[in-house]
């Protein structure tokens, strides 16, 4: 099965720098904006069941970075900085004013990055498991960035996939099969629709490295919520120094949860983002 968005949902393009075309679906309704930004091998799609969630009380966008869903994939443009500015091109294409920014993984680096490089612009800012954390793990530290035999790796797994129909994705790929063994059904959908589409060119994303938080954070003005998986204590303080360097940054560990907090502990993680977009 495809899932597509429900059917008052709206989705469209927008060019943004080079002539580059960003997809997006969005929710629309009279709440606030929520600009949703995903993972390293998702799309916007992806993050359907908690767009769903939120929905009633958020004009949710949705959009596929370039290389991913239905955006075009040209050969560069995948480090923070353009990432960055593909989002706030985004939003002027948009006309959206006062958004949350919500990331996960890649698309955390992102939000991050974005509201470093605009401070104005967002009214708030959630990270989950943002990829430039992820190397405070105890299994992880050090240079985030991966060396050639590691980005060749990944874009023979990227191509791997894409030899593949999704109906024997859904059986040959580990993750996708034990999802639909959970009965997670749609997101194991949603999940191969994904890998079906990215482009191999998003590699550069591993060679450019994620934003420095020493650099970075400090130029954050709006609220921002980080959270973390459960990692040792050691990688917590390393968080909390990171994190304590955003003027206004809060930072949730979630015990139990992977790096896909809101997969892992989903009922926790939603109610916690609530309280926040309650308070700003």
């Known amino acids: 099965m495809e899932t597509h968005p429900p059917a008052d949902w709206t989705s469209g393009y927008v060019d943004v720098a080079d002539g580059v075309r960003l997809h997006y679906d969005r929710s629309g309704g009279s709440g606030p904006p929520l600009l949703v930004a995903h993972g390293v091998f998702?799309?916007?799609r992806c993050r359907l069941p908690l767009a769903r969630d939120l929905a009633d009380d958020y004009d949710v966008i949705c959009y596929d970075a370039r290389g991913h869903g239905h955006s075009d994939a040209p050969e560069s443009g995948y480090d923070a900085d353009t990432r960055a500015a593909d989002?706030?091109?985004?939003?002027?294409g948009l006309g959206v004013e006062d958004p949350t920014y919500f990331g996960h993984s890649m698309g955390g680096d992102t939000v991050l990055a974005a509201a470093a490089l605009d401070p104005g612009r967002p009214r708030a800012v959630v990270a989950v498991d943002p990829a430039c954390?992820?190397?405070h793990n105890a299994e992880n530290r050090g240079d985030e960035r991966m060396d050639d035999a590691e980005i060749e790796g990944v874009r023979d797994r990227i191509l791997w996939w894409q030899d593949h129909s999704k109906a024997q994705l859904l059986e040959a790929d580990d993750e996708l099969a034990g999802h639909v063994a959970a009965g997670d059904e749609?997101?194991?959908s949603l999940l191969a629709d994904a890998r079906l589409r990215v482009s191999p060119n998003i590699t550069e994303v591993f060679s450019s490295g994620w934003v420095d938080p020493e650099e970075t954070f400090p130029g954050i003005e709006a609220p921002t919520l980080v959270f973390r998986a459960d990692v040792d204590e050691e990688a917590r303080e390393r968080d909390r120094e990171a994190v304590d360097s955003i003027p206004d940054g809060r930072l949730r560990h979630v015990d139990d949860a992977g790096h896909c907090v809101f997969r892992d502990?989903?009922?926790?993680a939603t109610a916690e983002l609530r309280s926040f977009l309650a308070e700003v």
């Open 265 to 268: 502990r989903r009922e926790f």
């Open 186 to 188: 749609e997101l194991a």
């Open 87 to 92: 989002l706030i091109g985004l939003l002027e």
């Open 133 to 135: 954390l992820l190397g």
């Open 42 to 44: 998702d799309d916007g």
